[in-house]
Each structure stands twice: as structure tokens, then as C-alpha cells.
């Protein structure tokens, strides 16, 4: 088991590397739509693009803040809009925010009515955000339900153990143990980021639930084997 435990921290400490990035950048992701709101506010007042910006680096979004704020200081510094705004969505590195980055590169440059553009803008990243909402509210009885299956087939393996190998020989009984290790430990990764995958439509995001169904497994072979 101390061979097991040793490989299950050393797999654990770069997930959790991993997902720390990948949260992360979902809060960058979760705060852009209040960026893009304010700006809109700002621009509704009759503000230029550019000063909207600018004035928006007071509010406060979260790991999202230090690109804004360098975003605006790379415009009080003389470089052009167009080029701040792409350095942000290049430094964000994300597709959605960069597809509404160059979105307002062209409201910028192109738009007569900026207000308007930008509320546009934002009513097309709140619905956006809606729908993905929306998605995981219907999607989460299939993760209680997975879950659920995850425990059973855990409440199978117990029972197949417990009460039909033992009547095998020794040999026999060490390698069904090996088996059933590597099987359950596998069913808790792929079943993992699936979850995320399916919920999120992530694979990384699924790092979370690969957690916690890897945890209960060494919890369920630690007391079990």
C-alpha cells in the first residue's frame, strides 16, 4: 500500500498544479462579462471606448484585474488601442475573450455609435454565460446519477471480494486484488473527466471530480484490501 500511496500523491500534486490554472482562468473568464459591463456603462454615458477602458481599471475582477490595469497602462503610455487590447486578449488566452476582444477592436475603430456596439456586446456575453449556466443546472442529476453508479459499482467490487474470493486460492485472491485496484482506480480517472467534460466541457475541469473519485477509491482499497 506504501507503493500505492506514493503514486497517488505524486499524480496528485501536478493535477492539482493544473486545475489551480484552470480555475484560474475560469475566473478571468467569470469576471470579463462584469469588464465588458462596465465599459458599456461607461460608453452609454457618451464616453469614448478608450476612456471607458481606462476608467474601468478601478473596479475590482478578480485574478482579471493586474491584465486590465496593465492594459490601460500600456494606453496612458502612448501604444495604440487597437495593439492594448490585443496584447490583452493574447495575454488572457482564451478563445471566446479573444473573439470579444477583436469585437471591440472594431467598435473602436469603426462604430459610430459605441454605446450601442458595446451593449451589444455584453448582451451577447450574458446570454452566453446563461446558456452555459443553464446547461449545468440540467446536467446535474446526471452527475448525481454518475456518481451514484460510481458507488455501486464500488458496493459490487465489496461484495465480490468479501464474500466470493475468499473461497479461491492465495494466489488466486492477490491477483483478483491487483485486478480490481487498477480496475476501480481506472473507472475513478476516466469517469472523472468525463464528468468535466460532459458538465463543463472540459477535460481539466473534470481534474476535480478525478480527485475526489480517486480519493474515495484509495479510501475504498485502504479499508477494503
Request: proline share 3%; glycine share 6%; charged share 20%.
Amino acid at each position: 500500500m506504501i507503493i500505492e500511496f506514493v503514486v497517488f500523491i505524486g499524480i496528485m500534486i501536478p493535477v492539482y498544479l493544473v486545475y489551480k490554472k484552470y480555475l484560474r482562468n475560469k475566473e478571468i473568464c467569470d469576471y470579463f462579462p462584469v469588464f465588458i459591463q462596465e465599459v458599456y456603462n461607461n460608453t452609454s454615458t457618451g464616453m469614448s471606448l478608450v476612456d471607458a477602458v481606462k476608467k474601468s481599471k478601478n473596479v475590482n475582477y478578480g485574478c482579471l484585474t493586474p491584465l486590465i490595469k496593465n492594459m490601460c497602462l500600456q494606453i496612458e503610455w502612448g501604444v495604440p488601442f487597437e495593439h492594448a487590447i490585443k496584447n490583452f486578449g493574447k495575454k488572457v488566452n482564451n478563445g471566446f475573450i479573444d473573439r470579444m476582444v477583436i469585437l471591440m477592436d472594431k467598435v473602436s475603430q469603426f462604430s459610430f455609435d459605441i454605446g450601442k456596439n458595446m451593449g451589444e456586446i455584453y448582451n451577447y456575453i450574458a446570454l452566453t454565460k446563461k446558456l452555459e449556466r443553464s446547461r449545468k443546472t440540467e446536467l446535474f442529476p446526471q452527475l448525481i446519477s454518475l456518481y451514484f453508479v460510481f458507488f455501486v459499482f464500488l458496493g459490487i467490487i465489496f461484495i465480490v471480494f468479501k464474500f466470493f474470493i475468499p473461497y479461491f486460492e492465495t494466489v488466486e485472491i492477490l491477483e483478483y486484488k491487483n485486478v480490481f485496484t487498477h480496475l476501480v482506480f481506472i473507472e475513478s480517472i476516466f469517469l472523472g473527466l468525463t464528468l468535466g467534460k460532459m458538465i463543463e466541457n472540459s477535460f481539466v475541469a473534470g481534474l476535480k471530480h478525478m480527485t475526489i473519485l480517486c480519493t474515495i477509491t484509495f479510501i475504498f482499497v485502504m479499508v477494503i484490501f
